[in-house]
Structure formats: C-alpha cells, structure tokens
C-alpha cells in the first residue's frame, strides 16, 4: 500500500499523466503517425521497420509493464535480445526515440532510460576495423568502388540477360547519374530532358516496397533534386544517346498502351519492380556472369555500388565541386566536408564544351544568399 502511495506521489510531483498506464500504450504512442507534425511524419518503410522491432524485441518485455516501472534493466533486456551488434544498436535508436516521445507526452520520465549499450552475451563479435586517421565515418573504401571497366562487365552481362539492351542501360545509367535503385523503378521518360544543352533527370520519386506492397512517394529524405548524365560514359558507351532513344520508345509504349505508367525501365509486366524480383533474377545471374560474385556468391559489389562511382567520378574524372556532387547524388552532407547543401532550383540554358561532351551540373553563384543553378560542362573522358 505504501510503495502504490508512493507511485501516486511521484506522478503527481513530476506531472507525467500517464505513468500509470502499461508500456503498451507508450509503444502504440510512439508508433502512432498522429504525433508527428503534418508533412514530418516517418516514412512508409522507416515506420514498418519501428513496427517490427516493437512487435519483435520491445513488446514482449514492455507491454504489460506500467511505464512508471519501466527502467534501465529493462531496456538492457530489449536491446541484449537483438542478435547482432548492428541490430542492437538500431534498437537502441528505436528506444531513444520511444523514450523522448514518451517524455514529451507524460509517459516517461527518466531521459537516460534508452542509454544501454548491446552486450554479447557469449555472443560472436566481429573484429572493431581500423580506420583511416582523420577520415570520416562516411569513407568509401577504393575496394568497394567498382571500376569503370567492371561497371562496363556488369553492364554486358545484363544485355545478355532477360532484359537485354535495357538492362545495359540501366547499369549505365545508376552509375553516370547516381540514381538509387528505387529512383530508377519509378523514372518515367517525363523526368527526363534529353535535349542537346540538358541531358538532365528530375529526381521526384522512388517507389519503395512495405510488408508485401509497392507504393511510390518522395525520393529519400523527401528532397526532390536533379542529376545529369554525359554524352559518354567513360568506357565510351553513348549514354546521351540511347536515353534519349529510350524516351522516344516509352512515348511509344504509352501509345500503344503497354507501358502505361511511362517508365524507363519496368518490369516484363510493364509496371513497377520489386526489388527483391529484380535482384534475384535479373541481378543475380549478372553478377555471377560480371565476376562481381565468385562461385559461393560471396562478393563486395552491389547495386548501390554503382552511386559510389557516379560520385567518385564526377569528383577526380569530371572536377565537380564536392557540394555539388552531393547535391545530385542526393546526399544530406558533402562527400569531403559535410556540409549541408541548400540549392535554388533554379537552371540556366548556357553551356560550354570541355573535350567531347557537355555535362549539366549545378554551381554556385559567389554573392547570392541561395545557391543558384546554370549549366556547366565538365570533362566526361
């Protein structure tokens, strides 16, 4: 009786209404769309992988605990339950987030209650890597960067694949325009400007595939931006040229009504891909056929592997500015400082030669308060 009075007494003295309720309801709070501001809601696959972790790790140790009774072993129990050091500390994130959530709404009351680490607990634990000194947390290995010729290897062995000549082409175009693979299943042919002086693509979709469905909405981060592509690729693949064949087709497609939803590259069904279908048969066999999977099908090249040679060659083959690169490769920081980018979406039709092609990429004006945007070429051989 004393310790329930006591209980009443801590939640009267803190102002936190709702410590008396079971952690259920905090779980349900922090997963409810309805607390976050109209237009910052989560994503539809960050909130299917928050709902997971809480029906698979949190539930199970909190849902009949009052949340005033919460505490720190048992946010120990959650995170330990994880199998991996990784996994354990994406729960950690999930019960940082819980935990602020519930403060806000009188839930919780102790801040700290998230701040456990993952423990192995006889568990197997890789070797901490060495780093390189002064690098940031976001270096790319040279090793994990496919080569130019390895891209061209990949490329060859998806045109000899199911889907042929568009298969190449969509290679080439992940790698010279940094499109993630999710932008590319949803591009349509009206993203594009293939126009001699443009050769650009509005970056304003992604479809992304939730607990079985597809469903397409705002590229990640929901920042629209716009890439561009050369007129070669530097193994000499006319890359301008069969996009711009390519937008010719899907007009025609549309016409004819096979591919009516206007994508550059749908599934044989003419609509969306999923993920998991075109890696298992489209990718798998190139990759085994590219040498990017040895026999057991072990290898470090993936799909998203190919952003990372659009940047890199963008950086010290095309001598973009690195905030730039950002900016098409739709990253939140710079690949050299880290600094967030803010642009004007805002082009100009002016362009200049520099060897055999022109690039359209954004640069920055000195003196203005946003940055603006125009045409410039940069070397592509």
Not at 3 to 29: D, T
Not at 113 to 134: C, F, N
Not at 151 to 171: N, P
């Amino acid at each position: 009786m004393v310790s329930k009075v006591e209980k009443v007494k801590e939640r009267l003295a803190s102002g936190a209404e709702r410590l008396g309720l079971p952690g259920a309801a905090l779980i349900a709070h922090s997963l409810s769309p309805d607390r976050h501001p109209a237009g910052q809601q989560w994503s539809r696959k960050h909130a299917d992988t928050q709902r997971r972790l809480c029906e698979r790790f949190v539930a199970p140790v909190l849902a009949a605990v009052t949340c005033q009774d919460i505490s720190e072993s048992d946010m120990q129990q959650i995170v330990n339950s994880a199998p991996t050091k990784g996994e354990g500390d994406r729960l950690r994130r999930c019960m940082r987030a819980m935990v602020n959530a519930g403060i806000r709404r009188g839930y919780l009351v102790n801040s700290t209650l998230w701040d456990v680490p993952w423990q192995p607990e006889g568990r197997p634990v890789p070797d901490e890597e060495a780093k390189v000194q002064g690098e940031s947390a976001a270096w790319v290995d040279p090793a994990e960067i496919p080569s130019h010729g390895d891209v061209a290897k990949l490329a060859y062995a998806l045109s000899s694949g199911r889907r042929g000549e568009l298969g190449e082409l969509m290679a080439y175009t992940a790698a010279y325009s940094g499109l993630r693979q999710g932008e590319q299943f949803a591009l349509t042919a009206g993203q594009i400007a293939p126009a001699e002086g443009e050769r650009t693509i509005t970056v304003n979709r992604k479809v992304v595939e939730v607990s079985g469905k597809l469903h397409v909405e705002a590229p990640k981060m929901r920042k629209y931006r716009r890439t561009a592509y050369p007129v070669l690729t530097p193994d000499g693949y006319p890359l301008a040229e069969k996009i711009a064949a390519r937008v010719e087709a899907v007009r025609a497609e549309m016409a004819m009504g096979t591919n009516p939803l206007g994508l550059m590259f749908p599934s044989p069904r003419g609509t969306y891909w999923r993920a998991s279908n075109f890696d298992r048969r489209v990718l798998a066999p190139a990759y085994l056929d590219a040498g990017w999977r040895d026999a057991a099908r072990d290898g470090t090249w993936t799909w998203h592997s190919l952003r990372h040679v659009f940047c890199t060659t963008a950086l010290f083959t095309w001598k973009m500015d690195s905030r730039d690169v950002a900016s098409m490769a739709g990253h939140a920081k710079s690949p050299r400082d880290h600094r967030h980018v803010r642009w004007h979406d805002r082009w100009h039709p002016r362009t200049r030669t520099i060897g055999h092609s022109r690039l359209a990429v954004p640069v920055r004006h000195p003196g203005e308060g946003r940055a603006a945007v125009r045409v410039h070429a940069c070397m592509s051989d």
